[in-house]
């Protein structure tokens, strides 16, 4: 199998608050996990790629200084959203690799951030 | 030009009915083809992943390809109301990086 969780599975906070989000694969080691969003409706969004070990890549116009990414280790990767505002209120999904793969990614179940 | 296009839909069908599912995509040196697919709240589930031209089928899916022609499909056989959620195509257009496209949503109707 390839789980992959996430935690927590929804969190309400405050504007101007940070919330960290975890991700972790739980039955394999994965060198690369993703982070998305996703708006009502809409399709998935890359924001950023988390590698093991290494600062992670940003996609054009997600700020890094404000979505933190740590990649401690081969099951974990966190993203901390910080100085929250209702506008970054949305569905965030992490999906990590098996290590040794290049392309099957292997979803979370997802992280809903409420921003009041 | 989006880089993975697909109807946005919705598609209905009655249960039993084959439902099609289409995309298409513009980089023409991308080697990997994913459907996801994902009900309302969750988060998207891989159902098949086709790499060469043709047709694989995995239970009732059918995922085909056609590189030419740059695009990629996918049949449900026998469509239950189960079924019904947005089905989600990926391209894999570099190393490891996934683009999705918007969406089809697929209602099965009983």
């Known amino acids: 199998g390839a789980v992959v969780s996430q935690h927590p599975s929804r969190v309400i906070c405050k504007s101007g608050t940070s919330v960290k989000i975890e991700c972790r694969s739980l039955d394999f080691q994965a060198t690369t996990m993703f982070w998305y969003r996703q708006f009502p409706k809409k399709s998935l969004m890359l924001m950023a790629t988390s590698n093991e070990g290494s600062k992670a890549t940003y996609e054009q116009g997600v700020e890094k200084d404000k979505f933190l990414i740590n990649h401690a280790s081969l099951t974990l990767s966190t993203l901390t959203v910080t100085s929250a505002h209702p506008e970054d209120s949305s569905f965030y999904i992490c999906s990590a690799l098996k290590r040794g793969s290049t392309d099957t990614q292997y979803f979370g179940p997802g992280t809903r951030l409420t921003v009041l | 030009q989006k880089e993975v296009e697909q109807n946005s839909g919705p598609l209905s069908v009655p249960e039993g009915a084959i439902a099609s599912l289409n995309c298409t995509y513009s980089?023409?040196?991308?080697?990997?083809f994913f459907w996801y697919r994902q009900y309302s709240g969750k988060s998207p589930e891989l159902i098949m992943s086709i790499y060469s031209n043709g047709d694989k089928e995995d239970g009732r899916f059918t995922a085909q390809l056609n590189k030419a022609s740059q695009y990629v499909s996918l049949l449900i056989r026998d469509s239950q109301p189960s079924d019904s959620a947005t089905y989600l195509c990926a391209v894999n257009p570099s190393a490891r990086q996934l683009t999705f496209g918007s969406g089809t949503q697929l209602t099965v109707l009983p």
């Open positions: 980089d023409r040196g991308s080697q990997s």
